[in-house]
């Protein structure tokens, strides 16, 4: 079946660096790609998404890239920041309102002070 | 407006024991979701409505029902606990009819089964 892999698990960067999370999907029909924060003890949120007709698209100190044809997609958070710190969750969507949303399992972000 | 609201927040069951847990959105979204998320884990697709008067099974449906009760309204029942299905369980919307992916996530019902 469709399945997201998400790497790593756990990372841990100096306040100020960058942080990459990485993310690869099986279903070639997805076509948006999402990128969810979620702080400890609260719903994940939205931060970044990037539909399939897209290389690249930036917000502030967020990025997302996408590779269709290597299907794979990654998240660039830079000049990090002690709030970065979370769970960070992607996820792939097919273009049929039935297909199903499949998230990757998760990468916990720690930014040391 | 509200968006996505869950009750109850917290709930302790024993096993064997029944419940039903609420959702609402008041955000007029055409699809509605259940997950459940373990202890460091990701989240994982329960069941699922596309539109009013659909419902699909998600990646782990076993041992749980739902019904969509009209468009606002989404609950996910437990007919019988098990401690496996100790876990916090979101609720989430989205507009996936007008091509609106971005799922919004309600805040969530802890539940744990003993």
């Not at chain 1, 969750?89 to 097919?94: D, L, S």
Request: proline share 4%; charged share 20%; net charge positive.
């Amino acid at each position: 079946g469709e399945n997201v892999e998400q790497h790593p698990s756990t990372l841990s960067v100096q306040e100020g660096d960058s942080a990459v999370i990485k993310c690869t999907y099986s279903d070639s029909a997805s076509n948006y790609f999402p990128w969810y924060k979620q702080e400890l003890g609260k719903r994940p949120q939205l931060i970044i998404d990037i539909r399939s007709n897209v290389g690249e698209k930036k917000d502030q100190r967020i990025a997302v890239t996408l590779n269709k044809t290597a299907k794979h997609f990654s998240l660039h958070i830079t000049e990090t920041q002690p709030e970065d710190s979370a769970v960070y969750f992607c996820a792939a969507i097919g273009y049929s309102s039935a297909s199903k949303i499949i998230f990757g399992s998760g990468t916990r972000l720690s930014i040391r002070p | 407006n509200a968006g996505v609201t869950q009750t109850p927040k917290f709930q302790v069951l024993k096993t064997g024991q029944s419940m039903t847990l609420q959702c609402a959105q008041d955000m007029n979204h055409n699809s509605m979701y259940w997950y459940r998320q373990d202890p460091g884990m990701g989240l994982r697709l329960i069941y699922y409505s596309a539109s009013e008067g659909t419902t699909d099974k998600g990646e782990v449906p076993n041992g749980y029902n739902v019904s969509r009760l009209n468009k606002r309204e989404f609950s996910l029942r437990l007919e019988s606990a098990a401690p496996s299905q100790t876990s916090v369980y979101f609720c989430a919307s989205s507009d996936r009819g007008a091509n609106q992916e971005t799922q919004y996530f309600g805040p969530g019902t802890r539940l744990l089964v003993l």
